[in-house]
């Protein structure tokens, strides 16, 4: 055992010991002025005995003293251990810190889709003014996700909500996507479009639903708008806030047959039965993420990014259940 073990023990007893009898002293002297008061030998025996009695105030004193003593070291020690305690909450909290700055993927980052989706949740759990925009090809990887995040939002009637998504007409013709002809070009499939535009007007409801529903739940105020440009899908973008903007492509095309066309395909010239359906994929395209935090050339990106979106918003029209434009396109148009 060390010796400063020993010294911290050895004064720990004293300390316990000198308490007991300072106690045990000042009963007996009560206990003897006491029976002094009754007892007339005791009293004569005490009687003039200032010496006596000024050796007791001073063990009065002595205990006042010591115990005054006693409980400035309690009052240090606690303001110690306070400031100790401070200590580790700061080294804690810088610990969480440079570990959530860890997990957080840094700028210019590839993220997966399930963590767009926890940039939502995140936006919409901790902001009480969110504005989230997509632009997309049907929106499903914006809708889909957002739907359940608004239903499991906490109450709060303060929080106010905006999703603007922006897609391709699809009541136009259009190539991609679209159909490979038997020639090898690219040609519409209206039929395709049709489920398209069934397909974002879906979405489009899904989001509209939850506006009462959110009203309801007192979860806040939510807008939604759809709008369409004559456009092919090819970027993927998605801003939360002004704080952070996500963006891919679509980078993978799937032929396969168009089991949107004829039932039963016509023969002779011009016989479409070996046409394939020319479909972009980009549910799982890995996004490029900045974040505001990342410095001024990830902030920079960010305000193109946006100024790009609100530029192609402000030129594009409502989404309308219009009629579909049919047929495939000539020649001319196909090549």
Known sequence: MSRASLRSRAAARWAQAESTVSRLLLLAVFAVGLVA???????DALEGKAYIGGALLSLVGYVLYSEVQRLNSAHEAQREEAENLRATIRVLSDGVAE??????PHGGADVSPTALAEEFRQALWNGEDVRLAAWGF????????????LG???????????????????TRQIHIPGLVRADGRAADAPGFRAHLVRKIEGYEADL?????????HGQGALSVEFRTLHMSPQLKLYLVNDDQAFEGIY??????PDEYGPAVPPHG????????LLDPIGYDSLLTRRHRDDGPQAREIIRRRRELFDTMWSVAH???????TNGSPGPHAAG
């Open 152 to 170: 499991s939002l906490p109450p709060n009637p303060r929080r106010s909500v905006s999703l603007r998504i922006l897609v391709p007409d699809f």
């Open 251 to 256: 980078d993978k095309i799937e032929l396969r």
């Open 208 to 216: 509209k639903g939850m506006i009462g529903r959110m009203h309801h």
């Open 138 to 149: 049907t929106g499903e990887t914006f809708a889909v996700p957002l739907k359940q995040l």
């Open 269 to 276: 010239p011009g016989a479409v039965g070996s046409e394939q």
């Open 318 to 324: 409502p989404l309308t259940a219009g009629p579909l």
């Open 37 to 43: 008061q009754f007892v007339k030998p005791v009293g």
């Open 99 to 104: 570990l959530t700055q860890a997990q957080r």
